[in-house]
């Protein structure tokens, strides 16, 4: 096992109700780098992460699938989290009843108890929050709302990123944490992203576009089709796809840059 690889995949296959969706997805993150996931809708970048963070209802299988050497798919989604690994939501649900701060100091402190440490009390949670939030340039009055309830696509998106500045993972996967947002949250998530990025932190970016991407620079970027990493290269891929679109991507030989 490569001590150097935080994230690997090898040949990862899932299908739900029947139908394959994850075709051998081959994959491998380091620690610190950023990596874009791009492609059509459609192509599986959803059950990619879906599948990674250990949603029930599929069915999976794979040559390799670990995260810091550790196996993966036998693993509950909270064995997951408490690994280091985050999912932040395409699309982030509404939990009614469900105060937002109280939320985040529940999670954080599982996480916290799954490692032998001892919990946050109420009081320097809250502190500790309120700083990120700033940090983040988020409103602190939807600390104390209950969790998404009436938040805008902004807000929810902002909220995603809050929830990984207090879980400090050390992958967080993001699925279109660009979509539905207008041109100042688009800059705040990014700048939320820049600011957690570290070099014991890795990030995949699941995006349909580029404009995500002049903002956060990715070391690697990736084109899915038809459930599988059909090219890979550097942030020039990005401008093939513009000029080009999805359809050349997956012809017999694929760009591969390492
Ligand atoms: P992307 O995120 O790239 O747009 P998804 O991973 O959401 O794609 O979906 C990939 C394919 O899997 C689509 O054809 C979608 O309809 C199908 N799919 C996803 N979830 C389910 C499900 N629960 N039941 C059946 N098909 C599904
Ligand atoms: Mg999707």
């Known amino acids: 096992m490569n001590e150097r690889m935080l994230l690997q995949l090898r040949g990862l ?7 394959q969706v994850l ?11 950023v990596h874009a996931i791009m492609g059509p809708n459609g192509t599986g970048k959803s059950t990619l992460a ?3 963070a250990g949603k029930p209802g599929y069915e999976v299988s794979a040559d390799v699938a670990q995260l810091g050497g550790v196996d993966l798919l036998g693993l509950e989604p909270e064995e997951r989290a408490h690994l280091g ?15 937002n701060t109280y939320l985040l100091r529940a999670a954080l402190n599982a996480r916290r108890r ?8 109420a009081y320097d949670f809250l502190q500790t929050i309120k700083g990120k939030a700033r940090e983040l340039g988020f409103d602190e009055a939807l600390l104390a709302r209950n969790v998404n309830e009436g938040f805008s696509g902004g807000e929810r998106k902002r909220n995603e990123i809050l929830q990984l500045a207090v879980l400090e993972p050390r992958l967080a996967v993001l699925d279109e944490i660009d979509s539905g947002l207008d041109i100042d949250a688009l800059r705040q998530v990014a700048a939320g992203i820049n ?8 990030f995949v970016l699941i995006t349909h576009y580029r404009r995500l991407l002049d903002y956060v620079a990715a070391d690697k970027v ?15 891929l990005v401008d093939q796809l513009e000029e080009r679109g999805y359809e050349w991507v997956g012809d017999p030989q694929p760009a591969l840059v390492d």
């Open 13 to 19: 296959r899932a299908s739900i109700a029947g139908k």
């Open 23 to 33: 075709n051998g997805v081959d994959l491998e993150v380091r620690p610190g780098e």
């Open 50 to 52: 879906a599948v990674l």
């Open 85 to 99: 690994l985050f999912l932040g939501f395409q699309y982030p649900v509404e939990l009614p009843g469900v105060n």
């Open 114 to 121: 799954a490692r032998g440490e001892s919990e946050i009390d």
């Open 195 to 202: 600011r957690l990025r570290s070099p014991d932190r890795s």
């Open 222 to 236: 990736h084109v899915m089709r038809d459930g599988r990493i059909a090219a890979s290269g550097d942030m020039s």
